[in-house]
């Protein structure tokens, strides 16, 4: 039976226990340096503590260290790495292969998107050189996660739903042509979230001011199934960056869709222990949502870019029906409340929000008027009610545990066992004493073992197997729930959750490239591994020709000027892309239906 999991990100600690209330198998998480988002890093000992919360539901904590790094920085590297094994960490997903020369505890070690992993060949490397896990590239298709799963035996991790980077994740080096800031650094600057403007080859403005590069946000939410199928065991959530509300809201919705799969497939579980209810009905348009994308999962083209605006747009609720001088009505898809975000696009494409004073049926007074007209299509991205009920208890995840009371020669056993199957027990003295009353006393063994509080447990199933019926002080009982409740948190937080992969470090003859070298034992682990095809990072020797971007996305395709699919449109080329004093070049690649970007001089 194949293990399936829910993959959550976590900013800080908040998020963390947050993801794993409402139902994450597995986190991933910052730490104090090195990871690909600069600002979301967190402290060893906070990291501890989601050890600590995330271990007794067998969820696991893994921890972003998918930089690039210099040589200086490796000794750093080594020496957190070692502290991150010492804390509990179940996995490191890394970008740099110069971490694999170093010294390493046994800690599993996952391959980052950032490295690129769009084939067979690639995947097999890793597979080679240790990995447990690679975190394929979001652009592959069904087909091409089947291909890889059956070609190769590691564990596979696809993204499910968030933010979408417009290149190849690893091969993006715009901002760091740009301005210096290196996204294979943490730095990203965003540059593809700017508004551009379009020209083509007679210098011609064919389109001004929009974000032509923002791709919408992914959710495969409907292709849960297909990706077990193909191969997928982890499913990835993005959003390292976000608040706690959207931490909430979208682990939530895929707990949902996840158990509803399971309880229909027998050869998959989920991954973590636990049952979660939840106290609202989760939406992904109600938090942080751009529009969605199942970005080419079916091998289909689709417009995947929202051109008018990089922010979040929300839920369509109504269209405006008619307009006074301080207020409109509007259709009333959906009811809107006092203190709700709205928003719009005008008749040209342009996007404004604006905040709902008060709300009168289907009367809309604004706290400053925007200038919508009869028919704009109004959409919700602060949601002040939905916000309320994430603020408060959310949810609440508990595992089941059974209880057995057994007598020995100076008194009594407890055992305790979750429902993985874990057990311990704890062994008191105290003085056999016939119960007067023997259903009372079975009724108070029972009421008092139960009383799990604030832990992580709910009890299942308790059974009396003495002898006799004996009483026994609820003081002991009480003492001894609380001890033996004890011994088994220690024992789950202490189990480390994820081996090690032990697999010979082999000669790759694939024909790989091996790209963003920036240290010297990089350099030497491909060397080492047979790869001929060595490229220096471009932070380390930036090239004119290289290419900034490698996109799936495809402006032509956008714009109905595909030459592959019947285009509608002709565009003189070669089209540039501007935003205030940058200019990029646009080529394309119509073979392997890929767009690239280059700096223009």
Not at 114 to 142: P, W, Y
Not at 164 to 181: I, P
Request: aromatic fraction near 10%.
């Amino acid at each position: 039976m194949r293990e399936v999991e829910l993959l959550s990100p976590a900013k800080n600690l908040e998020c963390g226990i947050a993801a794993i209330n409402h139902g994450a198998d597995a986190v991933y998480i910052g730490g104090p340096s090195f990871g690909a988002r600069v600002a979301a890093g967190n402290s060893f000992e906070d990291l501890e503590k989601l050890v600590r919360y995330a271990h007794p539901y067998h969820a696991k904590v893994f921890v972003t260290l998918n930089t690039i790094l210099t040589d200086r920085e490796l000794e750093e590297a080594e020496r957190q790495i070692c502290q991150y094994y010492n804390l509990g960490i179940d996995a490191l997903i890394v970008q740099d292969m110069g971490l694999l020369k170093l010294n390493l505890p046994p800690i599993a070690l996952h391959a980052s998107t950032q490295c690129d992993n769009r084939t067979i060949d690639k995947v097999r490397f890793l597979q080679n050189s240790g990995f447990q896990r690679v975190v394929l590239a979001r652009e592959l298709s069904l087909s091409q996660m089947k291909t890889i799963h059956g070609s190769c035996d590691i564990e596979l991790e696809a993204f499910v739903h968030g933010a979408l980077c417009v290149s190849y994740s690893g091969r993006c080096y715009m901002s760091q042509a740009a301005c210096g800031r290196s996204a294979n650094r943490g730095e990203c600057a965003q540059y593809c979230r700017l508004p551009y403007s379009l020209q083509d080859g007679d210098g011609k403005i064919i389109m001004e001011n929009k974000h032509l590069l923002s791709l919408k946000d992914l959710d495969r939410s409907d292709y849960i199934e297909d990706m077990m199928d193909a191969g997928i065991s982890s499913f990835k959530i993005e959003g390292r960056l976000k608040d706690v509300d959207y931490v909430k809201n979208v682990t939530a919705f895929y707990r949902q869709k996840f158990d509803n799969i399971l309880e229909g497939k027998d050869d998959f579980k989920a991954a973590s222990l636990g049952k979660t209810t939840f106290f609202f009905q989760p939406d992904p348009e109600r938090t942080f949502h751009r529009g969605k994308t199942s970005y080419f999962i079916d091998g289909k083209r689709d417009i995947v870019a929202q051109i008018d605006t990089p922010k979040s747009t929300g839920s369509f609720v109504g269209s405006v029906l008619s307009v006074s001088a301080n207020s409109f009505v509007y259709s009333q898809d959906k009811p809107l409340h006092n203190g709700d975000g709205l928003c719009f696009f005008d008749k040209i494409g342009n996007f404004d929000g604006f905040r709902v004073n008060k709300v009168e049926g289907n009367r809309v007074f604004p706290n400053e008027m925007p200038n919508v007209k009869v028919g704009d299509r109004l959409f919700r991205n602060y949601d002040i009610q939905f916000e309320k009920e994430l603020e408060g208890k959310s949810a609440e995840r508990y595992v089941a545990v059974d209880f057995e009371l057994a007598e020995n020669e100076d008194g009594f056993i407890i055992r305790c066992c979750d429902e993985s199957g874990t057990e311990v027990e704890l062994s008191f003295s105290q003085e056999k004493m016939m119960a007067a009353k023997p259903e009372k006393a079975i009724e108070n063994v029972k009421n008092q073992l139960s009383k799990l509080g604030n832990t992580c447990y709910k009890a299942r199933n308790i059974n009396i197997l003495t002898k006799e019926i004996y009483f026994i002080p609820n003081s002991v009982l009480t003492e001894s729930r609380r001890q033996i409740i004890e011994l088994l948190l220690s024992k789950k937080i202490n189990h480390k959750l994820h081996k090690k992969v032990t697999l010979p470090n082999l000669q790759n003859t694939n024909p790989i490239e091996a790209d963003n070298v920036y240290n010297q034992k990089a350099f030497d682990f491909y060397r080492n591994n047979g790869i001929e095809n060595i490229k220096d990072a471009y932070e380390k020797e930036p090239k004119e020709d290289e290419f900034l971007m490698t996109c799936k996305h495809c402006i032509r395709f956008q714009m109905g000027a595909c030459k592959k699919s019947g285009r509608t449109v002709t565009l003189k080329e070669p089209l540039t892309i501007q935003t205030g004093n940058l200019s990029f070049r646009l080529s394309f690649d119509c073979a392997k239906c890929e767009m690239m970007i280059t700096g223009e001089q």
